[in-house]
């Protein structure tokens, strides 16, 4: 892999892998928190209208994506998946789905990491195209989303497993007959 062309740029690219999929100080990034995340787990919600892992994956590859075009310039539309933003999830629930979307958020980064170390110092300090943040706060914007999709994922691993307790919650957190007494 070829070394960074500035000390900054060295810098951006350290906060992409560490948010993703380095290791850090900061504990679990976002590659790590979907280690080991059952089909079961990716799909389950807290309730019917909220977030799931699965969802939080997709969404986090979308990100990457519309980071990469603007970096890039490439045209809008390209993105594997129809929609934008917040992409049902699971539209099948299978174990190749799943992984699938994972190999999706795996490209999705490769791609907006050789994007980033392809940029120069001018690059850096101008806008992406039809936005009024720098490139540089686009990447920094990046890192952060993934951070925070990081913890979230997290949380909802806890609590699906905790629902998954026969002798504290039904299905979605709904308390049983048992819990209520």
Known sequence: ??????PELAQLLFLLDTAYDHASWHGTNLRGSIRGVSLAQ???????KRHNIWGLVVHAAYWKYAAWR???GAVRGSFPLKGSNWL???????????????????????ALRAAVAACTERDLMRSAARSKVSSRALIIGVAAHDLYHAGQIQLLKRLSALDARPDRRGHNGAKTASSRR
Do not use: K, N, Y
């Open 1 to 6: 892999m070829p070394r960074p062309s500035t």
């Open 42 to 48: 990716a799909a389950w919600r807290p309730s019917p």
């Open 70 to 72: 603007r970096l890039t």
């Open 88 to 110: 049902r999830r699971p539209v099948e629930t299978t174990g190749h789905a799943w992984r699938a979307d994972i190999a999706l958020l795996e490209e999705s980064h490769r």
